[in-house]
């Protein structure tokens, strides 16, 4: 069913794992696709090559401020129905010997990139409109094997979702994030392997990962009509996994 045709959504990250499937599941249901990439252009154009009419690429380095406002520069005065705040980093940031760029990295990705990229969105964002964000259980929890500054960004994307669903609602913009667990994606093959991975899957009640096509479901809920009433809110999508 083409729920949302005649609506435009923007996301960022959306050439691989989680974000392309997102791009795939809302092109499916009708929408228009602005498909942000940074560094895999081979990546991107293979999403628009599988959702198989015209999609639009857009580049940028989200740790870059000026990037992002050349992006939207680029847009011009295009008219958007969803921002999906996709796009991440998954770095090791093991406490006493974390170099200042990889904590850079981690922070302008993670944080200052979604907050820049929605500012800049909001005279784009129809009123009425959705912001999604891509959180993680990680930022509830605490994350051993350096991975400390990883869930404190996706705490901040909690805290900054709830904020912005107040400072929006006079807009009518309705702001929510979608928590996974752990999912399988190329962004976590390596660290999801051998004793790590045996030791996550004794913590997964149904005895399975969390897959992107879960988390891009769960988005497009929120992008329809059903999720007319629900703002401010982090939804949990990690089968049940044992924290």
Request: overall charge neutral.
């Amino acid at each position: 069913m083409r729920t949302l045709e005649g609506t435009t959504a923007l996301i960022t990250g959306g050439s691989r794992g989680i974000g392309r499937a997102i791009c795939l599941r809302l092109a499916a249901q009708g929408a228009e696709i602005v498909l942000h990439y940074n560094r895999n252009q081979a990546a991107a154009e293979e999403v628009v090559a599988a959702i198989g009419r015209e999609v639009r690429l857009v580049h940028a380095n989200l740790g870059s401020p000026e990037e992002i406002q050349t992006m939207f520069r680029e847009l011009g005065d295009l008219r958007l129905d969803f921002l999906i705040n996709n796009a991440g980093v998954w770095r090791d940031t093991p406490l006493g010997s974390s170099p200042s760029e990889v904590i850079d990295e981690v922070l302008d990705t993670n944080v200052k990139g979604p907050f820049w990229v929605t500012q800049c969105a909001l005279r784009l964002l129809k009123d009425g409109g959705r912001i999604i964000n891509i959180s993680s259980v990680a930022g509830r929890t605490g994350m051993a094997g350096g991975r400390s500054l990883y869930g404190a960004t996706k705490a901040a994307i909690d805290s900054l979702t709830r904020s912005w669903a107040l400072e929006l609602a006079p807009r009518k913009i309705l702001v929510n994030a979608v928590a996974p667990g752990y999912v399988a994606t190329d962004m976590t093959a390596d660290y999801l392997s051998g004793t790590t991975l045996e030791r996550v899957m004794r913590r997964q009640p149904l005895d399975r990962l969390c897959t992107a096509e879960d988390v891009a479901d769960v988005v497009a809920f929120l992008c329809s009509d059903a999720a007319r009433f629900i703002t401010g809110q982090s939804i949990n999508v990690s089968g049940g996994l044992v924290i």
